[in-house]
């Protein structure tokens, strides 16, 4: 098979990864729960990868690294942990559902109004439109930092410029970005960094976290044993026990810390330049051909994605024939981003994604484009 869905998850990982899991589930005891060999060795791998996702992402404090199940889990923390009612957040018709649906239900039920920033066909948003939105009890733009449909990436500087402003927080989803491109929280802004392992930081599914900017302040979302302050009635106030509530999946981070170690050794610069060079190649095969549109603005730094469609074939038609008769897993439907669908004009229609990795090659680039053009001239 050729896997052009890296959007959605990796599947070919570093393998030193599968060995950090399998040893760990070997050898790992619980962290924080134990003086035992067990337990302290659990307790230093969870400790070492906080410190390397902090100096990859940076943020200047490593016990400000919460680790979560995802980015779902870490956008659900953000943002019910940081709203009250009476707040206003600003947000983007680039979101995917894991902004949208905490942000609807913070709306509808607990007193949080909501602006978005409308996106045009190409999936491009306006700052200066952005600029009009913020009001005086605008309390945090909630944003990706790319889209998972189009590829298109926003500014996050400017938006952080704008917010810190009006004394707002910047919350970014960085699910496409992270492992990809070059994130600097502290350089850009950002106040809380959400992110999960599996896509671009090639770690194991059910891994993922957030970065916390000193002096941001996230109610818990859920309380229960840490392993420290066992007497106390009320979760522990400093990080990360406040928000690790439970055991964490100490396996998995495992596999996160020796993907971050594969990452920093290969650098980030020379992976996003192969995917850009795959995606790039993808394009120029399937450039001018009949009944194809591509979604999506290629002026600008952007993730490896390619979304499209043929004629006006129904896009789970389309993807359900380039794996049963080309053999490429792509990824149809909606893609969990219902307001990106609106602004682009294909809720009905949906779109055929194309996203690429680190271990992909030309010669499945250029596969996905012959079959993308066969598709184009059957009639």
């Not at 960094?193 to 671009?200: D, S, Y």
Request: aromatic letters at 6%; glycine letters at 10%.
């Amino acid at each position: 098979m050729i896997y052009l869905d890296n959007a959605a998850t990796t599947v070919v990982k570093p393998p030193e990864v599968a060995e950090a899991v399998a040893a760990a589930i070997q050898h790992m005891g619980n962290p924080s729960r134990g003086a035992h060999a067990r337990a302290l060795g659990a307790s230093r791998i969870i400790y070492e990868t906080r410190e390397k996702t902090a100096a990859f992402f940076g943020c200047k404090r490593a016990d400000h690294v919460i680790f979560t199940a995802n980015s779902t889990e870490a956008l659900n923390i953000a943002i019910f942990g940081t709203l009250s009612r009476g707040d206003h957040v600003i947000s983007t018709d680039l979101e995917h559902n894991s902004v949208l649906r905490p942000l609807y239900e913070a709306e509808k039920n607990r007193g949080v109004s909501l602006s978005f920033v409308r996106a045009d066909r190409r999936g491009c948003i306006s700052y200066e439109e952005m600029e009009t939105l913020f009001r005086p009890d605008t309390k945090a733009v909630v944003c990706t930092h790319a889209s998972n449909l189009t590829g298109n990436m926003l500014d996050l500087k400017r938006i952080a410029d704008m917010a810190h402003k009006r004394d707002a927080l910047l919350i970014v989803d960085a699910s496409q970005t992270a492992g990809v491109k070059k994130i600097d929280m502290s350089g850009t802004g950002i106040d809380i960094l959400c992110f999960t392992g599996h896509k671009g930081l090639m770690g194991p599914q059910g891994t993922g976290g957030m970065c916390i900017r000193e002096g941001v302040e996230i109610r818990p979302f859920k309380m229960g044993g840490t392993g420290v302050q066992s007497y106390s009635k009320v979760q522990p106030e400093a990080y990360p026990a406040r928000l690790e509530a439970g055991t964490l999946n100490g396996h998995g981070i495992a596999g996160l810390s020796a993907a971050f170690d594969f990452l920093n050794r290969t650098g980030t610069e020379n992976i996003d330049a192969k995917e850009q060079r795959l995606m790039n190649r993808f394009l120029d095969g399937i450039r001018g051909t009949e009944g194809i549109r591509i979604y999506g603005d290629f002026r600008t730094e952007r993730c490896a994605i390619v979304s499209l469609n043929i004629r006006d074939y129904d896009s789970g038609d389309v993807s359900d024939a380039l794996e049963q008769d080309f053999g490429i897993a792509t990824r149809p439907g909606a893609h969990c981003a219902p307001r990106m669908h609106e602004a682009l004009g294909t809720r009905e229609q949906g779109a055929v994604r194309f996203s690429f990795s680190w271990y992909n090659t030309e010669e499945e680039a250029d596969a996905a484009a012959r079959a993308v053009r066969t598709l184009a001239a059957e009639e």
